[in-house]
């Protein structure tokens, strides 16, 4: 008689053990919708890293990952670029409602994440004097003689160094004035890299590019004398075909 | 004692176990079949059982129908107590018999023991295998997840190839025009009472079959079989060197079973079941459907089959080796058994089974499937960004953005379906990518129409950097000959 | 038939007696018993044959201010041989590409190839396969890969500002919609 609970102990022990083995499925591995998916790190994976990086960094597209972006980004702005997408460049509509896969809570998350920082943001003592990110709605080509004259003069202080004194490449860095580069990045890009800078490339931000950093008034006119070089052949809506 | 054998003695005259016992377990075998490689068959039926016992136990807590049948896998998965481990003994147990019943019918083969007087039982075992092969498709799609659905819609579009009767058949088993309730129903009662009915009654011919015409001996190079006098031979065989199946044959099959078990037990415990990969939701569209491992070699010949050969294929000779199966007793008769003396055959398993592996290996890569998220979510190495000027960038990223990643790689990372682009430079002239992108051709479609002439510019500036350090990109010879004019001396 | 024309059994054949009769009896009504049973049997089976009659139907895809000039979009319909167990089933994908004029195009989710979900990428303007690579041009015709033909296409209508599609079918070589 005394067996009889021991026995039954045992066989509850190796069927409740059983439960914890390894080929148990973990519920971590569930499989999610991928309108459920709620995971930033995830979802940057998926849906950024491919033009941006895997960290934000090194990637040929605007370089999230820094800091000082995450510290300067405006995330209304930031979720409104990820879900319109931007027209003319190759940046693509991510909104369900526009045709993209991510619904408004994904969008919110991955604002939230990229604001909070991919690889953290900088302190705000560094911050003082940084042009804003986002510039008031400029229009293309409609910028002043006398704003793109000083452009000009802000290029030559800050960029001929490596982007060359003509503007179409020098020691370190590529042409600026390609048609097809200008036809293809938005006013708004060109600034974030001004300021921002791609340090994982070795090009500096607004601080360092000269003795002193940049002012918001030269940022501003220095897209708007890029932006002048436009040519208005070639854009994405003429399209081409050859038979 | 004198008791029990009384009790025994009571049931024996009643239901005559003796009897049954010399006539079954106890008849007795050539000597020389209690061998190694005569294991696979009983295997195999044990795998049956297992089969038998755990699909029973699942239909406790399986629902058949679309709305609930993902809920119940995962309430097996994660809720009920170990119906994870049930599901898992269920899965293993079915690969291992696919792969036990084809090891045997390849023994079989090999050992010529289809032969003389066992055409019949060639046949039955044939049809047994293909009854199972039913019985893992079907079973796949119980799982009525994503591959289940697309399983069966990829099944549909096969027998809708057929000629004349596709509309009825896809109609047949779908139940109706459309994959819905009907179909997992019919699927359902297909795996669960049709084939296992059928494999039953079959196995049952088949085993009498075995007992009625005797085990094969094992085969002698030089030994031929001759219907005159092969029954005669095999008798005087069986008299002279006869052991019982049961104790003395059998112990190799008993011993082989056990493995097996524990190697079902220990896949099942220790890697688990398939997990379902999401509900058999057909607006998920984010899905990549990839068959259950016996199928991934037919999966992926209708990759790389020429397209034009598909239905021919489809029609003629998927029946035709199924006939061809059921037929080699009858091309190949009498004569040589031992494989020694049948190179054709040896020759001919060989590459049959080196054709299915190989077929499986690219179904697990499939080279061929765009990979459908590479676009976004593969990032450009920082090698092919760093000392690239900002056209160069915006043409990686309009590579990026006009999904060219989900066919082609940038050194090994992204779909395999086109040429891996790292070191297209040393291949291609800067014309030759434009015409390429633009107007495709060589299985890539034409380009020209999506893409503004900014973004060829963009793309293949960055497309011409793509070539090794020292590497010289390619240059159509009319520019070669006129830098060599520029540059005398210079190459 | 008269009785008296009826020729006399030859003597060699044994007469009837009354248990070959009763087996014979037997075996014919079992026989027909068989076929109250099995006809209907087959009727039954059969029936998933005879559904197509009613996918005459025009089914509703949704308002066509859904569907904005130029783009391409995921739509679904309801299964028109639904049942209330049918889940997630009973909604059946489609692509709706709207031209820019206006003018729509409806193509069926599955591949021409082997009926995989072939899945639209609009910057590339491309439908791609995930099974066996086809690839196929925003008007549905084949780009690339195993596809034989082009997407399938289902017949719509617009109709009071809605769209409707005469679906209710999965397509395949043999019956292109």
Redesign the interface.
């Known amino acids: 008689m005394k067996e009889k609970p021991l026995l039954l102990a045992f066989v509850l022990v190796a069927a409740l053990g059983c439960d914890s083995l390894p080929g148990r499925p973990d519920p971590a591995d569930r499989y999610q919708r991928p309108s459920e998916v709620e995971d930033f790190a995830l979802l940057y994976a998926t849906h950024c890293s491919g033009c941006h990086g895997a960290d934000g960094r090194n990637g040929p597209a605007t370089n999230l990952g820094d800091p000082l972006y995450a510290a300067l980004a405006d995330p209304v702005e930031v979720r409104r670029v990820i879900a319109e997408g931007v027209a003319g460049t190759p940046m693509p509509v991510f909104a369900q409602t526009g045709g993209g896969t991510l619904t408004e809570k994904q969008l919110n998350i991955l604002a939230e994440g990229l604001k909070a920082g991919l690889n953290g943001s900088e302190s705000a003592s560094r911050l003082r004097g940084a042009p804003p990110l986002t510039a008031k709605a400029g229009v293309r080509g409609q910028a002043s003689t006398a704003q793109l004259a000083r452009g000009e003069q802000a290029y030559a202080t800050y960029c001929a160094r490596c982007h060359g004194a003509e503007g179409t490449g020098g020691a370190s860095g590529g042409s600026l004035l390609e048609p097809a580069f200008l036809g293809l990045v938005s006013d708004q890009a060109l600034r974030t890299t001004v300021i921002v800078g791609r340090e994982d490339l070795g090009m500096p931000g607004w601080q360092g590019a000269g003795e002193r950093p940049m002012t918001a008034a030269e940022v501003s006119d220095v897209v708007a004398w890029l932006g002048s070089h436009r040519s208005s052949a070639g854009d994405a809506a003429s399209g081409v075909s050859i038979k | 004692m004198n008791r029990l054998r009384a009790i025994g003695k009571w049931f024996d005259d009643r239901l005559a176990l003796g009897r049954l016992y010399d006539q079954s377990l106890g008849h007795r075998i050539p000597f020389s079949s209690s061998s190694w490689w005569y294991v696979f068959g009983s295997a195999t039926l044990l795998c049956l059982i297992i089969q038998l016992v755990t699909g029973v136990c699942l239909a406790l807590v399986y629902v058949p129908?679309?709305?609930?049948a993902y809920a119940s896998l995962?309430y097996l998965?994660?809720e009920q107590?170990?119906g994870?481990?049930l599901r898992?003994l269920h899965f293993w147990g079915s690969n291992f018999m696919v792969a036990l019943v084809t090891i045997h019918l390849v023994q079989i083969f090999l050992f010529g023991a289809y032969k003389y007087p066992r055409e019949l039982t060639w046949m039955v075992g044939s049809a047994l295998f293909l009854a199972t092969i039913g019985m893992a498709f079907t079973g796949q799609t119980m799982r009525f997840?994503q591959d289940a659905?697309?399983g069966v819609?990829?099944i549909?579009?096969?027998?809708?190839?057929?000629?004349l009767v596709?509309?009825?058949a896809?109609?047949?088993l779908?139940?109706?025009?459309?994959?819905?309730?009907?179909?997992l129903s019919r699927f359902f009662t297909l795996h669960v009472f049709v084939i296992p009915a059928t494999l039953i009654g079959l196995l049952v011919i088949h085993i009498r079959l075995v007992l009625v015409l005797g085990i094969s001996e094992y085969p002698e190079p030089g030994k031929v079989v001759d219907p005159d006098t092969y029954a005669d031979e095999y008798e005087q065989v069986v008299e002279r060197t006869g052991i019982r199946l049961m104790p003395e044959g059998g112990g190799k099959d008993l011993v082989f079973s056990a493995l097996v078990l524990m190697a079902i037990v220990l896949?099942?415990?220790?890697?688990?079941?398939k997990?379902?990969?999401?509900?058999?939701?057909?607006?998920?569209?984010?899905?990549?459907?990839r068959p259950d491992f016996y199928f991934l070699s037919l999966?992926a010949a209708?990759?790389l089959m020429p397209?034009?050969l598909?239905?021919f294929v489809i029609v003629y000779v998927m029946p035709l080796a199924v006939v061809l199966l059921f037929a080699v007793p009858f091309i190949s008769r009498g004569g040589e058994r031992h494989p020694s003396r049948r190179p054709g055959a040896v020759i001919l398993v060989i590459l049959v089974l080196t054709g299915l592996f190989t077929l499986a290996w690219e179904g697990v890569v499939s080279p061929?499937?765009?990979e459908?998220?590479?676009?976004?979510?593969?990032?450009?190495q920082?090698r092919?960004?760093?000392d690239?000027?900002?056209?160069?960038?915006?043409?990686?990223?309009?590579l990026?953005?006009?999904?060219?990643?989900?066919?082609h790689a940038l050194d090994g990372a992204g779909g395999k379906?086109g040429p891996d682009l790292a070191g297209v430079a040393t291949r291609l002239t800067e014309d030759q990518l434009i015409r390429q992108v633009?107007?495709?051709g060589g299985?890539?479609?034409?380009?020209?129409?999506?893409?503004?002439?900014?973004?060829?510019?963009?793309l293949v500036?960055?497309l011409t950097t793509l070539h090794a350090e020292g590497q010289a990109p390619a240059r159509d010879s009319a520019s070669w000959a006129r830098s060599a004019r520029e540059s005398p001396g210079s190459r | 038939m008269e009785p008296h024309e009826h020729p006399p059994l030859p003597p060699a054949v044994p007469p009837v007696t009354r248990r070959d009769f009763l087996f014979k009896l037997g075996l014919g009504l079992n026989v027909i018993a068989a076929g109250f049973v099995g006809i209907p049997i087959v009727g039954y089976i059969a029936s998933a044959l005879f559904k197509p009659k009613a996918q005459q139907a025009w089914i509703a895809l949704g308002e066509i201010a859904q569907f904005p000039p130029g783009e391409t979009r995921l739509a679904s319909y309801r299964n028109p041989f639904t049942t209330p167990w049918d889940g997630a089933t009973a909604d059946i994908p489609c692509w709706v590409r709207r031209k820019p004029d206006g003018d729509f195009q409806v193509f069926a989710i599955n591949c021409a190839h082997l009926g995989c979900p072939v899945r639209w990428f609009p910057q590339s303007g491309l439908f791609m396969c995930p099974c066996h690579g086809g690839v196929y041009y925003e008007d549905g015709s084949r780009a690339s890969g195993p596809p034989p033909r082009g997407l399938f296409e289902y017949a719509f209508r617009v109709r009071r500002d809605r769209l409707e599609v005469r679906g209710g079918q999965t397509p395949n070589l043999s019956e292109p919609v």
């Not at chain 2, 459908?372 to 450009?380: F, L, Q």
């Not at chain 2, 990026?400 to 066919?407: I, L, P, S, V």
């Not at chain 2, 299985?443 to 963009?458: D, T």
């Open positions: 129908s679309p709305d609930q995962e998965d994660y107590p170990l994870w481990y898992g997840d659905y697309w819609e990829i549909v579009s096969i027998l809708g190839r057929l000629p596709g509309e009825a896809t109609h047949l779908q139940g109706g025009p459309i994959v819905g309730a009907e179909t896949c099942a415990a220790l890697i688990g079941p997990i379902p990969n999401g509900p058999a939701d057909p607006s998920l569209i984010h899905t990549v459907p999966f209708f990759a397209p034009d598909e239905s061929w499937s765009p459908m998220d590479a676009w976004s979510g593969v990032p450009v920082p092919f960004v760093e690239r000027s900002p056209l160069e960038h915006m043409g990686a990223t309009v990026q953005a006009k999904q060219c990643r989900n066919c379906r633009l107007q495709g299985n890539m479609p034409a380009y020209g129409n999506h893409l503004s002439p900014h973004e060829v510019s963009a500036a960055f």
